[in-house]
């Protein structure tokens, strides 16, 4: 039986803190991730609470980035966002710190990659430009590969070496989707994510307040450059999947299906892409899902 641990009026076991804290971190990834959801679903129970608890201290830390308080704000809070993340415990107030220190044990799941997710949001709140590709593939390192060598360690792979190389590549395919998919959005926000050596080669100016389709057929052929460079880094992170077992390979699949489909929308008809944020609907994410646990996805 847990220990007691007070709480307020009442008091409560240290096993019902943990198993309401992972509690709260399900709610969080089912209402905040529309399309990671419909694969951390599919995974047992253990991994589905780690995963969740993963997903939401990185939710939070992306809402910081992306919220609208003064930089300033957003640095201090991105600061002791890290400060929390190396000092999660089972005795913590905060049920997502509470969910996040009990897999960490029971999983060993790293928290050093939370680090990178944190750089990387840093570099958004003080409006990094990226001159070139690589320097782009480094962003997407830090956001998404972390989040990818994270899940890994959930997961469950036999080659940590082998595995972490191609969840990190993973996890750059659905960055670079996800960049392409919010131009629009990004722009109108200020940011530009798309390399400075590309936009020149393409003849394309993208500062705040310039206009996304003074030339819609440069703007195309840009966006569908760097789709087929997606493409490349899905070749090799999909090669993660026979890795795994066969509920995690669901799970995985299911999560780089709804964002390879994306990127095959986008790449198919770029004007969209820059007039409308592409979006799966939720039937079709769910089929996604059901053919990634028979098997047969992405």
């Given amino acids: 039986m847990g220990a007691v641990v007070r709480v307020g009026r009442g008091a409560v076991t240290g096993s019902t803190r943990v198993h309401d804290a992972y509690l709260e971190c399900e709610r969080i990834t089912r209402e905040q991730a529309r399309n990671f959801s419909y694969g951390i679903r599919l995974l047992p129970g253990p991994k589905r609470r780690a995963l969740s608890a993963v997903y939401a201290f990185a939710r939070r830390v992306d809402d910081i980035g992306d919220g609208q308080l003064p930089s300033d704000e957003k640095l201090r809070l991105l600061a002791l966002a890290r400060e929390d993340?190396?000092?999660?415990?089972?005795?913590?107030v905060d049920p997502v710190l509470v969910a996040l220190a009990d897999a960490a044990e029971r999983l060993q799941v790293p928290l050093g990659p939370f680090d990178e997710l944190i750089d990387g949001c840093e570099a958004d709140v003080r409006g990094a430009r990226?001159?070139?590709?690589?320097?782009?593939?480094?962003?997407?390192?830090?956001?998404?590969?972390s989040i990818?060598?994270?899940?890994?360690?959930?997961?469950?792979?036999?080659?940590?070496?082998?595995?972490?190389?191609?969840?990190?590549?993973?996890?750059?395919?659905?960055?670079?989707?996800?960049?392409?998919?919010?131009?629009?959005?990004?722009h109108l926000d200020g940011r530009v994510y798309l390399p400075d050596e590309d936009l020149v080669r393409f003849g394309i100016r993208l500062e705040p307040g310039d206009g996304l389709t003074e030339d819609e057929q440069r703007w195309a052929s840009l966006i569908r450059f760097q789709a087929a460079r997606a493409e490349q880094w899905y070749d090799d992170g999909l090669r993660?999947?026979?890795?795994?077992?066969?509920?995690?390979?669901?799970?995985?699949?299911?999560m780089a299906g709804i964002y390879h489909e994306l990127l095959a929308r986008i790449a198919a008809d770029p004007g969209a892409a820059l007039s409308n944020r592409t979006s799966l609907s939720g039937?079709?994410?769910?089929?996604?899902?059901?053919?990634?646990?028979?098997?047969?996805?992405?």
């Fill in 85 to 92: 993340v190396h000092a999660t415990s089972t005795d913590s």
């Fill in 130 to 145: 990226y001159r070139t590709f690589d320097e782009l593939v480094h962003y997407c390192r830090c956001v998404a590969g």
């Fill in 148 to 186: 990818g060598r994270l899940s890994l360690s959930v997961f469950g792979v036999l080659d940590h070496v082998t595995g972490e190389r191609r969840a990190d590549a993973l996890g750059v395919a659905l960055q670079l989707t996800n960049i392409l998919r919010d131009v629009r959005e990004d």
């Fill in 240 to 254: 993660l999947l026979p890795m795994l077992d066969r509920r995690s390979r669901a799970c995985c699949a299911s």
């Fill in 283 to 298: 039937w079709r994410k769910a089929g996604v899902a059901a053919r990634s646990l028979a098997g047969m996805a992405p």
